[in-house]
Protein backbone atom coordinates (compact mmCIF):
# COMPACT_ATOMS: atom_id res chain seq x y z
CA UNK A 1 0.00 0.00 0.00
CA UNK A 2 2.72 2.47 0.80
CA UNK A 3 4.40 1.75 -2.87
CA UNK A 4 1.49 2.25 -4.21
CA UNK A 5 0.53 5.67 -2.54
CA UNK A 6 4.27 6.78 -3.46
CA UNK A 7 3.76 5.79 -6.92
CA UNK A 8 0.90 7.76 -7.28
CA UNK A 9 2.03 11.04 -5.70
CA UNK A 10 5.00 10.48 -8.58
CA UNK A 11 2.82 10.34 -11.14
CA UNK A 12 1.46 13.54 -13.17
CA UNK A 13 -1.92 12.57 -14.06
CA UNK A 14 -2.93 11.60 -10.43
CA UNK A 15 -1.00 15.29 -9.13
CA UNK A 16 -3.23 16.89 -11.52
CA UNK A 17 -6.19 15.10 -11.51
CA UNK A 18 -6.01 15.87 -7.46
CA UNK A 19 -5.47 19.47 -8.13
CA UNK A 20 -8.16 19.73 -10.02
CA UNK A 21 -10.81 18.90 -7.58
CA UNK A 22 -8.84 20.89 -5.01
CA UNK A 23 -9.68 23.49 -6.59
CA UNK A 24 -13.06 22.86 -7.80
CA UNK A 25 -13.61 22.22 -3.85
CA UNK A 26 -11.94 25.33 -2.29
CA UNK A 27 -13.66 27.95 -4.93
CA UNK A 28 -16.94 26.23 -4.31
CA UNK A 29 -16.10 26.91 -0.39
CA UNK A 30 -15.01 30.54 -1.34
CA UNK A 31 -17.65 31.32 -3.63
CA UNK A 32 -20.37 29.90 -0.26
CA UNK A 33 -18.74 32.37 1.80
CA UNK A 34 -16.25 30.52 3.61
CA UNK A 35 -12.95 31.88 3.08
CA UNK A 36 -11.09 29.70 5.72
CA UNK A 37 -8.35 27.59 4.54
CA UNK A 38 -4.72 26.64 5.42
CA UNK A 39 -3.61 28.50 2.62
CA UNK A 40 -0.94 31.16 4.34
CA UNK A 41 -1.50 29.04 8.01
CA UNK A 42 2.42 30.04 8.30
CA UNK A 43 2.80 29.15 12.10
CA UNK A 44 0.67 25.96 12.72
CA UNK A 45 3.99 24.15 12.40
CA UNK A 46 6.40 26.37 13.47
CA UNK A 47 8.03 26.83 16.79
CA UNK A 48 7.94 29.77 18.31
CA UNK A 49 11.60 30.63 17.67
CA UNK A 50 10.78 29.69 14.02
CA UNK A 51 7.69 32.17 14.53
CA UNK A 52 9.59 35.34 15.78
CA UNK A 53 12.80 34.11 13.04
CA UNK A 54 10.51 34.26 10.38
CA UNK A 55 8.32 37.53 11.09
CA UNK A 56 12.03 39.57 11.59
CA UNK A 57 13.45 38.08 8.59
CA UNK A 58 11.04 39.40 6.62
CA UNK A 59 10.69 42.57 8.28
CA UNK A 60 14.21 43.19 7.59
CA UNK A 61 13.84 41.77 3.97
CA UNK A 62 11.85 45.12 3.44
CA UNK A 63 14.33 47.48 5.11
CA UNK A 64 17.13 45.94 3.90
CA UNK A 65 16.04 45.66 0.10
CA UNK A 66 13.69 48.03 0.65
CA UNK A 67 16.71 50.56 1.44
CA UNK A 68 14.59 51.97 4.62
CA UNK A 69 15.25 52.57 8.24
CA UNK A 70 13.53 52.35 10.67
CA UNK A 71 13.64 56.40 10.86
CA UNK A 72 12.86 56.45 7.45
CA UNK A 73 9.48 55.23 8.04
CA UNK A 74 8.45 57.11 10.29
CA UNK A 75 4.35 58.46 9.42
CA UNK A 76 4.59 56.33 6.33
CA UNK A 77 0.90 54.68 5.72
CA UNK A 78 1.30 50.73 4.58
CA UNK A 79 -0.76 48.21 3.00
CA UNK A 80 0.47 44.43 3.51
CA UNK A 81 -1.69 41.63 1.19
CA UNK A 82 -1.63 38.53 2.23
CA UNK A 83 -0.22 38.57 5.84
CA UNK A 84 -1.90 34.98 6.32
CA UNK A 85 -2.85 34.00 10.01
CA UNK A 86 0.13 36.66 11.36
CA UNK A 87 0.26 40.44 11.11
CA UNK A 88 3.43 40.19 13.09
CA UNK A 89 5.66 42.35 10.27
CA UNK A 90 2.39 44.60 10.61
CA UNK A 91 3.31 45.28 14.56
CA UNK A 92 6.89 45.66 13.35
CA UNK A 93 6.06 48.52 11.17
CA UNK A 94 3.76 49.80 13.83
CA UNK A 95 6.21 49.58 16.36
CA UNK A 96 9.27 51.66 14.75
CA UNK A 97 6.27 54.54 14.10
CA UNK A 98 5.14 54.03 10.49
CA UNK A 99 1.66 55.05 10.14
CA UNK A 100 -1.40 56.01 11.71
CA UNK A 101 -2.62 53.04 10.65
CA UNK A 102 -1.63 49.62 8.49
CA UNK A 103 -4.15 47.83 6.27
CA UNK A 104 -4.10 44.08 5.81
CA UNK A 105 -6.26 42.01 3.32
CA UNK A 106 -6.11 38.61 2.62
CA UNK A 107 -8.37 36.96 0.02
CA UNK A 108 -8.70 33.28 2.57
CA UNK A 109 -8.88 33.35 6.28
CA UNK A 110 -5.93 31.38 7.32
CA UNK A 111 -6.57 28.73 9.54
CA UNK A 112 -4.87 29.70 13.22
CA UNK A 113 -4.27 29.00 17.02
CA UNK A 114 -5.44 31.55 18.68
CA UNK A 115 -3.01 30.66 21.73
CA UNK A 116 -0.61 30.11 20.07
CA UNK A 117 -0.66 33.53 18.44
CA UNK A 118 -1.01 35.25 21.07
CA UNK A 119 2.41 34.04 22.53
CA UNK A 120 3.90 34.84 19.34
CA UNK A 121 2.85 39.00 19.80
CA UNK A 122 3.64 38.54 23.23
CA UNK A 123 7.48 37.41 22.64
CA UNK A 124 7.29 40.09 20.22
CA UNK A 125 6.06 42.63 22.15
CA UNK A 126 9.23 41.19 24.45
CA UNK A 127 12.08 41.71 22.14
CA UNK A 128 11.18 45.56 21.39
CA UNK A 129 12.66 48.59 22.86
CA UNK A 130 10.22 50.57 25.28
CA UNK A 131 9.61 53.33 22.68
CA UNK A 132 8.85 50.68 19.92
CA UNK A 133 6.70 48.74 22.68
CA UNK A 134 4.56 51.58 24.20
CA UNK A 135 3.56 51.38 20.00
CA UNK A 136 3.02 48.41 19.95
CA UNK A 137 0.94 48.34 22.89
CA UNK A 138 -1.04 50.95 20.92
CA UNK A 139 -1.91 48.66 18.63
CA UNK A 140 -2.91 45.50 19.78
CA UNK A 141 -4.34 44.49 23.45
CA UNK A 142 -2.91 41.07 24.38
CA UNK A 143 -4.75 41.04 28.13
CA UNK A 144 -7.06 38.63 27.04
CA UNK A 145 -6.71 36.92 24.26
CA UNK A 146 -6.04 39.54 20.80
CA UNK A 147 -7.94 43.03 20.50
CA UNK A 148 -6.47 44.76 17.55
CA UNK A 149 -6.99 48.65 17.75
CA UNK A 150 -8.77 49.05 14.64
CA UNK A 151 -7.43 52.95 14.39
CA UNK A 152 -4.05 51.31 14.26
CA UNK A 153 -4.16 48.31 12.51
CA UNK A 154 -7.40 46.92 10.41
CA UNK A 155 -7.61 43.34 9.11
CA UNK A 156 -9.30 42.94 5.97
CA UNK A 157 -10.54 38.64 4.72
CA UNK A 158 -12.77 37.09 1.74
CA UNK A 159 -11.75 40.04 -0.25
CA UNK A 160 -9.55 40.30 -4.11
CA UNK A 161 -7.78 43.53 -3.65
CA UNK A 162 -9.03 44.74 -6.69
CA UNK A 163 -12.71 44.30 -5.61
CA UNK A 164 -12.41 45.89 -2.04
CA UNK A 165 -14.42 48.98 -1.89
CA UNK A 166 -12.85 49.43 1.84
CA UNK A 167 -9.76 50.33 0.31
CA UNK A 168 -11.02 52.89 -2.16
CA UNK A 169 -11.78 54.89 0.74
CA UNK A 170 -8.33 55.17 2.52
CA UNK A 171 -5.64 57.93 1.61
CA UNK A 172 -3.12 56.47 -0.68
CA UNK A 173 -0.18 54.29 0.65
CA UNK A 174 3.19 55.05 1.02
CA UNK A 175 4.05 51.23 1.10
CA UNK A 176 2.92 48.45 -0.47
CA UNK A 177 4.90 45.22 0.77
CA UNK A 178 3.90 41.28 0.27
CA UNK A 179 5.61 37.55 0.93
CA UNK A 180 3.98 35.20 -1.43
CA UNK A 181 1.10 36.56 -2.03
CA UNK A 182 1.06 38.00 -6.03
CA UNK A 183 2.09 34.44 -7.60
CA UNK A 184 -1.53 32.75 -5.54
CA UNK A 185 -3.53 34.94 -7.92
CA UNK A 186 -3.98 33.63 -11.23
CA UNK A 187 -4.22 36.72 -12.96
CA UNK A 188 -2.76 39.50 -10.87
CA UNK A 189 -3.24 42.14 -13.66
CA UNK A 190 -6.51 43.90 -11.79
CA UNK A 191 -4.49 43.52 -8.62
CA UNK A 192 -1.22 45.20 -9.58
CA UNK A 193 -3.59 47.94 -11.36
CA UNK A 194 -5.35 48.26 -8.11
CA UNK A 195 -2.42 48.77 -5.91
CA UNK A 196 -1.12 50.91 -8.27
CA UNK A 197 -3.83 52.97 -7.97
CA UNK A 198 -3.89 52.92 -4.00
CA UNK A 199 0.01 54.31 -3.79
CA UNK A 200 0.81 57.23 -3.67
CA UNK A 201 3.84 59.41 -5.84
CA UNK A 202 7.06 58.37 -4.69
CA UNK A 203 5.66 55.66 -2.95
CA UNK A 204 7.44 52.11 -3.04
CA UNK A 205 6.24 48.23 -3.66
CA UNK A 206 8.35 45.57 -2.42
CA UNK A 207 6.89 41.97 -3.10
CA UNK A 208 8.36 38.56 -2.44
CA UNK A 209 7.33 35.99 -5.40
CA UNK A 210 7.67 32.61 -5.33
CA UNK A 211 8.08 31.82 -9.36
CA UNK A 212 8.36 27.89 -8.46
CA UNK A 213 5.87 25.13 -8.56
CA UNK A 214 5.36 25.31 -4.99
CA UNK A 215 6.71 21.74 -4.22
CA UNK A 216 3.36 20.39 -6.50
CA UNK A 217 5.19 18.24 -8.37
CA UNK A 218 8.89 19.14 -7.57
CA UNK A 219 8.15 17.74 -4.01
CA UNK A 220 6.69 14.43 -5.38
CA UNK A 221 10.08 13.52 -6.89
CA UNK A 222 8.89 15.05 -10.68
CA UNK A 223 11.01 17.80 -12.64
CA UNK A 224 10.15 21.42 -11.09
CA UNK A 225 9.28 23.05 -13.93
CA UNK A 226 6.64 19.87 -14.66
CA UNK A 227 3.75 22.56 -14.00
CA UNK A 228 5.15 24.64 -17.04
CA UNK A 229 4.25 21.59 -19.49
CA UNK A 230 0.29 21.55 -18.62
CA UNK A 231 -1.97 23.77 -21.26
CA UNK A 232 -3.69 26.36 -20.25
CA UNK A 233 -7.12 25.25 -20.00
CA UNK A 234 -6.24 22.18 -17.80
CA UNK A 235 -4.06 24.30 -16.02
CA UNK A 236 -6.82 26.85 -15.26
CA UNK A 237 -8.65 24.31 -13.83
CA UNK A 238 -5.77 23.17 -11.84
CA UNK A 239 -5.23 26.54 -10.08
CA UNK A 240 -7.55 29.63 -10.69
CA UNK A 241 -9.31 31.02 -7.22
CA UNK A 242 -7.58 28.39 -5.15
CA UNK A 243 -4.14 30.13 -4.28
CA UNK A 244 -2.09 27.81 -7.07
CA UNK A 245 1.20 29.09 -8.61
CA UNK A 246 -0.17 31.42 -11.67
CA UNK A 247 2.74 30.90 -13.92
CA UNK A 248 3.32 34.49 -14.54
CA UNK A 249 7.47 34.66 -14.74
CA UNK A 250 10.14 37.22 -14.06
CA UNK A 251 9.40 39.48 -16.96
CA UNK A 252 5.84 39.67 -16.66
CA UNK A 253 6.28 41.20 -13.30
CA UNK A 254 8.99 43.72 -14.92
CA UNK A 255 6.44 44.70 -17.46
CA UNK A 256 3.63 45.64 -15.48
CA UNK A 257 5.18 47.76 -13.48
CA UNK A 258 7.60 49.58 -15.84
CA UNK A 259 4.41 49.87 -17.70
CA UNK A 260 2.89 51.83 -14.47
CA UNK A 261 6.00 54.13 -15.18
CA UNK A 262 7.88 52.80 -12.07
CA UNK A 263 11.42 52.54 -12.24
CA UNK A 264 11.77 48.73 -11.45
CA UNK A 265 14.63 46.77 -9.70
CA UNK A 266 14.45 42.79 -9.35
CA UNK A 267 16.67 40.64 -7.56
CA UNK A 268 16.57 36.91 -7.83
CA UNK A 269 16.12 34.64 -4.84
CA UNK A 270 15.95 31.26 -5.46
CA UNK A 271 16.42 28.81 -8.81
CA UNK A 272 14.99 25.34 -9.94
CA UNK A 273 17.23 22.64 -8.82
CA UNK A 274 18.98 25.02 -5.98
CA UNK A 275 19.91 22.46 -2.89
CA UNK A 276 18.97 23.52 0.98
CA UNK A 277 16.97 26.17 2.95
CA UNK A 278 15.99 30.17 2.36
CA UNK A 279 16.73 32.76 -0.46
CA UNK A 280 20.28 33.11 -2.12
CA UNK A 281 21.93 35.33 0.01
CA UNK A 282 22.24 38.29 -0.44
CA UNK A 283 19.70 38.66 -3.64
CA UNK A 284 21.41 39.19 -6.90
CA UNK A 285 20.46 40.80 -9.95
CA UNK A 286 22.31 39.42 -12.07
CA UNK A 287 22.74 35.56 -12.53
CA UNK A 288 26.84 34.03 -12.07
CA UNK A 289 26.97 31.80 -15.05
CA UNK A 290 29.61 30.10 -13.56
CA UNK A 291 28.18 29.17 -9.99
CA UNK A 292 27.39 25.51 -9.71
CA UNK A 293 23.19 26.67 -8.83
CA UNK A 294 23.22 27.61 -12.05
CA UNK A 295 24.96 25.13 -14.14
CA UNK A 296 22.36 22.81 -11.68
CA UNK A 297 19.36 24.89 -12.93
CA UNK A 298 20.46 25.00 -16.52
CA UNK A 299 20.89 21.45 -17.03
CA UNK A 300 17.22 20.63 -15.91
CA UNK A 301 15.77 23.02 -18.03
CA UNK A 302 17.64 21.51 -20.92
CA UNK A 303 15.98 18.10 -19.99
CA UNK A 304 12.97 19.32 -20.07
CA UNK A 305 12.11 22.57 -22.38
CA UNK A 306 11.29 20.32 -25.34
CA UNK A 307 7.84 19.51 -23.15
CA UNK A 308 7.08 22.84 -22.15
CA UNK A 309 4.28 24.48 -23.66
CA UNK A 310 4.90 26.78 -26.44
CA UNK A 311 4.74 30.41 -24.40
CA UNK A 312 7.15 28.71 -22.26
CA UNK A 313 9.36 26.89 -24.65
CA UNK A 314 10.44 30.37 -26.67
CA UNK A 315 11.42 32.14 -22.87
CA UNK A 316 15.11 32.44 -22.35
CA UNK A 317 16.71 30.36 -20.13
CA UNK A 318 17.63 32.82 -17.95
CA UNK A 319 13.90 33.72 -17.35
CA UNK A 320 13.12 29.59 -16.83
CA UNK A 321 15.51 29.02 -13.78
CA UNK A 322 14.81 31.88 -12.14
CA UNK A 323 11.98 30.41 -9.24
CA UNK A 324 12.07 33.51 -7.07
CA UNK A 325 12.29 37.23 -6.77
CA UNK A 326 12.11 40.06 -5.08
CA UNK A 327 10.05 42.90 -6.64
CA UNK A 328 11.19 46.37 -6.06
CA UNK A 329 9.06 49.24 -7.68
CA UNK A 330 9.73 52.80 -7.07
CA UNK A 331 5.86 55.26 -8.19
CA UNK A 332 7.10 58.71 -9.56
CA UNK A 333 7.16 61.51 -7.65
Not at 42 to 47: P, S, V
Request: charged share 30%; glycine share 8%.
Amino acid sequence: MTKLRDLAKRSKSIIIAYKIYDNWRITRRFRGGNPESLHGSTHLTRTLDESLDYINAQFEDYLQYGEMTAASLRGKRIFELGFGDNVGVALKFLAVGAAQKIVCLDKFYSKRDEAQQRTIYLALRESLSQDDRSRFDDSIDLKNGIQFNPERLQCIYGVDVENCKELSLVEPFDLIVSRGAIQDIYEPDAALTAMDRMLAKGGSVLHKIDLSDQGIFRDNGLHPLTFLTISEPLYRMMARGSGKPNRKLLNYYRERLEGFGYNVTILITDLIGRKGRGDLSPHRQELDKNDKNTQTALKLLKGIRPRLIPRFRILSADELIVSGIFLIGRKPE
